[in-house]
């Protein structure tokens, strides 16, 4: 047992270095809060339950988009029975989630995610005016 | 009670059958189902969305006046499509060109003399066979079974192969962002991004609501006739039945479903 104090500092060493990330996150209070996700007022619940959008919204999105665009499926009956239209712009955000950035952005910028290309075509309604007040003062040519 | 080996493996085979008989008389009603639930299902189930529909237009020539652009200033705001000062860059659903471009193959020294040099609309003529639909590497493009020549934009790779197919110029494609150009833009209906090609869908969002193209409902000389061309009763047919009608380069074999009345 002569290598003792060798042995357990380096065993302390690894342990530190390897839960540094955690360390570092609880010194900078940022591991234990979640994005601060800005959710609909006036509506309690989603097309689907919360578990799944959390998970799969993205699949629910893409299913969506098939069947609007190819298939003639307007509407989406939801799992408690209510019927919606299957438009991102005007039902998911103008009906329930009002804003892209205080709900889309938050949670994919806390998670680090690239910006789904949804919105080079689909309008954010609420910031429609923000684009319209850009493009008259930017300049007109391509 | 103890199960000697023998019965045990008649059990067992008896089992296995009696789930293989079920599986297959169920298999079997599912090729063949009930005539009555046939006829029933085609009606009903497809919310006369049957194929016998196939959308298309008349042009009158007589009837649209000259210096009216109502119905490209409706498909504008319809669509959210730009107006791009630049030819090169256009972006074009229904807009106008002159009757020698329109018909290259009337052209005469000793035609009707009041057509040469006017202007016609002209927009995509979903072909019933359409030959953008054929080069499309990625099936962005396709026709429905109401003969729309749909685009989806999610799925278009922007090849312009379908620009090169198209003999009727009706594609363009977005060089790059047209939104700064696209004025009013309507917030609530989406608008399309840099390197996809767009073109007429027939408006076929206000179709599935019962409405007319918003080209159609603009005209304030109701030049413009829509319907079911497979419906003989449809007034699309009806004005057909009347007057000389004439496709664009019918020679090609595209069979547009955009009629021009001369």
Redesign the interface.
């Known amino acids: 047992m002569r290598d003792r104090l060798l042995i357990f500092s380096g065993l302390f060493l690894f342990v530190a270095l390897v839960t540094f990330p955690m360390w570092q996150g609880i010194a900078a209070k940022t591991s234990t809060r979640g994005p601060d996700v800005q959710l609909p007022a006036n509506q309690k619940a989603c097309v689907a339950p919360r578990s799944y959008m959390r998970a799969a919204h993205m699949q629910l999105l893409i299913d969506w988009r098939e069947g609007a665009v190819r298939e003639h499926r307007s509407r989406y009956t939801a799992y408690d029975g209510k019927s919606y239209k299957v438009s991102l712009t005007n039902t998911c955000l103008s009906q329930c989630h009002g804003s892209k950035e205080k709900f889309c952005d938050r949670c994919h910028s806390y998670v680090s995610l690239s910006a789904p290309y949804c919105w080079d075509c689909h309008q954010d309604s609420s910031s429609t005016a923000a684009t319209m007040a850009s493009a008259t003062s930017a300049g007109r040519t391509p | 009670m103890k199960i000697t080996r023998k019965a045990f493996l008649r059990i067992a085979g008896g089992s296995v059958l009696a789930a293989g008989a079920g599986k297959l008389v169920k298999a079997i009603s599912d090729v063949a189902p009930p005539p009555a639930a046939v006829s029933g299902s085609k009606s009903t189930a497809e919310g006369g969305?049957a194929t016998t529909q196939r959308w298309g237009m008349a042009i009158d020539f007589e009837k649209c006046r000259k210096g009216c652009d109502d119905c490209i200033r409706a498909c504008r705001l319809a669509h959210n499509v730009p107006r791009i000062p630049?030819s090169a860059?256009e972006v074009k659903w229904i807009w106008e060109e002159p009757y020698e471009k329109v018909f290259p193959s009337q052209r005469t020294d000793y035609g009707r003399q009041d057509l040469a040099g006017s202007q016609l609309p002209v927009l995509c003529n979903h072909c019933a066979d359409p030959p953008c639909v054929r080069v499309c590497p990625t099936q962005a493009t396709?026709k429905?079974d109401d003969g729309i020549v749909?685009m989806?934009?999610?799925r278009c790779i922007g090849c312009r192969y379908c620009m090169v197919a198209c003999p009727y110029g009706s594609r363009s494609f977005n060089?790059?962002?047209p939104?700064?150009?696209i004025k009013?833009?309507n917030?609530?209906?989406?608008?399309?991004?840099?390197g996809v090609v767009e073109k007429c869908n027939f408006c076929e969002e206000r179709l599935?609501d019962g409405l007319l193209p918003a080209c159609v409902e603009a005209c304030p000389q109701k030049a413009l006739v829509f319907g079911n061309l497979n419906d003989k009763d449809s007034a699309v047919r009806q004005t057909l039945r009347a007057r000389y009608a004439v496709q664009r380069q019918p020679e090609l074999g595209t069979e547009p479903s955009v009629f021009y009345l001369v």
Do not use: E, G
Request: hydrophobic fraction near 25%; proline fraction near 12%; charged fraction near 30%.
């Open positions: 969305r630049d860059h396709w429905r749909m989806d934009y999610h060089w790059f962002d939104r700064p150009y009013p833009l917030s609530q209906l989406p608008t399309r991004t840099k599935a």
